[in-house]
């Protein structure tokens, strides 16, 4: 490289670095890690799609202050990057929150650091109740399991169904789903009479099915992560004549989560779900969400629970950094939330006090064929759903 | 009684998937000493080119695999002569894993931003929808049709390598490249029309397997272990070695998961184990069909 070309470079560089260091001014950062790239893209763009309609609606500025949201990739689950990134984040670019997380162990791994430099954490999505019990400075705008599954196995019991067979996938998420679900059952009289644990990384799920036929289940609860295991399940229990049958099909709305729904096809008609937010949600709020999404990006198919999360999540952040004045103040800002209540497009919610998860309503769901495209339409409320998982003690 | 005949119909049934996906890797891994990683790039490309023809140009099942193939066949050809030949021989295994590892993360990246993350799925005509029953046991009829396109594979492939001018040639030009060269075999166009075999197979597997194999952009890397696992057991190279290895990782895997569904994954690798242990080179050793 010739010295001219260095010298040149060099300028620009410092003309670049000082005309960030202006901008700075005013500026208050928000460190947002999810994945942006691999097989969860889709996750990270909702999240992207989410903070942006909350800013379209309510605007760019705090108090005078600039929200400035900062993301950064993490492809999959991976807690050391994930404390990598959330120190870079926090070291080099001065962010005053931290935001996202997909994966629990993400969001588990940032809680010695959010402590040391006593900022917020504000988790869009990451589910296992746990979470929250590990750094004061966690607040949780998405769902648990266990606030997914008790509501579904007490309706599961009212609808007369004695034995039920649950297929989850081996993980974390998977088993907290197992036993919510078991001991709310049994605790309204009915009756386990299987509990698969199937391998996250199955292909094949006819022998489950097989499995589940021979325990004489009237129904199963199943979850399994979003993506294709979903989607091969849920195709082996209708061709395998489970659907045909009449087993019913339980278990929590992720696996029919609206990106997933075209590809899904038929085998996804009729499996009732709970969860804490569908697409077609039936209210004003939803709509003008629904709407503003598709002007901003062109499509609203992927609208999602991500999608809301980290609206509501945005949500929170805002209130935070009015509630400081924009100083940078983990405790006073999570203080500030605690007990808060507000109108969200998925309906009415709060932050409860002790374990600063979002206390919602959740809704039963069918999803069914309706304009040529399948949706997850509400037929039943259960309101002030709080986390049943926070300090069950595992 | 009636758990063993569940088991051995799930089993067939998924190991003649299995089969269908890895038997194009075998071809070319065996055949022609490449070790193509971007097998499974291949058949997920094919997938997608099916998916698209018939969910969006509302192509038949039947032309739109035929269509996939096709497709992939004459769009992977030009790479076979610009980068295939140059890899050819086991001389140049290192190569031949970094360049089609390669070209693998590239059409990842390709499909991922064609198509998106979402999972993409190609509609089943009315006729493979729904089951079949074979007295106390049903199947999917979609696995039926798979299990026919299966045997169907097996008895053409036989008959195309061990029966045909064309394979005693290509097993010539295999066996010892410069003396066939020397008989006037034309071993550059046999290894074209190979590799095309090859490509061809791989996109059939992408098309028929998307049921059980789910198209998404991390499909090609995502299952590629069970395509090498599938053709390490049968003996590189080997037609009817591919099918039996299948056929028994299908059904020890099937076995395990319906016995003792908390073990996951462990029949499967343990029965990796035991066969390569026994038989090192797999079932049927490079040279029989």
């Known amino acids: 490289m010739s010295g001219t070309l260095r010298g040149a470079l060099m300028g620009a560089v410092f003309t670049i670095a000082l005309g960030t260091g202006t901008a700075w001014a005013g500026t208050i950062k928000v460190g947002v890690i999810a994945p942006f790239s691999g097989p969860f893209a889709t996750v990270g763009k909702t999240f992207k799609e989410g903070i942006e309609v909350y800013q379209a609606q309510h605007g760019k500025t705090v108090g005078g202050d600039t929200v400035e949201f900062i993301f950064k990739d993490l492809d999959q689950a991976n807690p050391a990057q994930s404390k990598a990134l959330a120190q870079e984040l926090v070291v080099k670019e001065k962010v005053g929150y931290l935001a996202g997380f997909f994966f629990t162990p993400d969001a588990l791994a940032v809680a010695p650091l959010i402590d040391e430099a006593n900022i917020p954490c504000v988790i869009f ?24 599954t008790v509501p579904l196995a007490q ?64 129904a199963i609860y199943a979850f399994l992560p979003a ?74 198919d992927t609208v999602t629970f991500t999608s809301v999360g980290a609206y509501d999540g945005a949500h929170v952040i805002y209130k935070m950094i009015e509630a400081t004045g924009g100083k940078s103040d983990g405790l006073k800002a999570v203080e500030a939330v605690k007990g808060m209540t507000w109108e969200s497009p998925r309906g009415p919610l709060k932050i409860d006090p002790d374990s600063r998860h979002v206390t919602q309503t959740i809704y039963l769901r069918v999803t069914e064929p309706k304009d040529g495209k399948l949706q997850n339409t509400e037929i039943a409320a259960f309101p002030n759903q709080p986390d049943y998982g926070f300090k069950v003690g595992k | 009684m009636e758990t063993v005949f569940g088991i051995a119909v799930d ?113 089943l005509p009315e006729m493979l929808t729904g089951t079949l029953d074979l007295g106390p046991k049903s199947i999917p009829t979609h696995r039926a049709f798979v299990i026919g396109m299966g045997a169907a ?119 990796l184990i035991l066969i390569l242990f026994r038989w090192p080179h797999g079932f049927f050793q490079g040279r029989a069909a």
Do not use: C
């Open chain 1, 227 to 300: 993506g294709p295991t979903t989607l091969a399940f849920a195709k082996a229990f209708s061709d395998t004549g489970l659907k045909a049958q009449g087993v019913k099909f339980y278990g929590p709305g992720d696996i029919t989560q609206e990106p997933d729904l075209p590809a899904l096809g038929d085998a996804a008609a009729g499996i009732i779900s709970t969860f804490n937010y569908s697409q077609v949600h039936d209210s004003d709020l939803n709509r003008a969400f629904v709407a503003k999404h598709k002007e901003l990006f062109g499509s609203s």
């Open chain 2, 11 to 123: 089993g067939v049934a998924y190991g003649m998937i299995l089969f269908i996906i890895s038997v194009g890797l075998s071809v070319t891994l065996g055949l022609m000493r490449v070790v193509n990683l971007a097998h499974g790039a291949f058949a997920m490309a094919a997938g997608y080119v099916a998916s698209y023809a018939a969910q969006t140009m509302g192509l038949p099942y039947g032309l739109a695999l035929v269509a996939a193939v096709l497709l992939t066949v004459v769009a992977t050809l030009p790479l076979e002569k610009l980068l295939y030949r140059r890899i050819y021989g086991s001389a140049n295994e290192l190569r031949q894993v970094l360049l089609t590892i390669g070209l693998t993360f590239v059409i990842v990246a390709g499909i991922n931003y064609l198509f998106g993350p979402t999972l993409k799925r190609i509609p």
């Open chain 1, 155 to 218: 309706y599961v019991a009212k609808q007369g169904v004695t034995k039920v067979a649950t297929a989850v996938s081996d993980y974390g998420p998977g088993i907290d789903g197992e036993t919510a679900f078991k001991k709310t059952f049994e605790a309204e009289g009915g009756r386990v009479v299987d509990s698969i644990r199937m391998p996250l990384k199955s292909t094949d799920f006819a022998p489950f099915m097989q499995r589940i036929k021979d325990s004489g289940a009237q």
């Open chain 2, 153 to 271: 594979t097996i008895l053409a492939l036989w008959w195309l390598l061990e029966r045909t001018s064309f394979g005693i040639r290509l097993r010539a030009a295999v066996d010892d490249p410069a003396m066939a060269a020397a008989l006037g075999i034309r071993t550059e166009r046999l290894y074209m029309a190979t590799f095309a075999l090859g490509t061809g197979l791989a996109a059939m597997g992408g098309v028929l397997g998307a049921e059980l194999l789910p198209l998404e952009p991390y499909y090609a890397i995502r299952y590629i272990v069970l395509f090498l696992a599938v053709v390490a057991v049968g003996g590189a190279g080997s037609i009817f070695g591919s099918a039996a290895a299948a056929l028994t990782l299908g059904v020890v895997d099937t076995a395990g998961k319906y016995l003792i569904p908390n073990f996951g994954e462990f029949f499967f690798y343990a029965a």
């Open chain 1, 125 to 148: 999505n990451a589910a296992t109740s746990a979470i929250t019990e590990k750094s004061p400075r966690y607040v949780r705008t998405s769902f648990t399991l266990w606030q997914n």
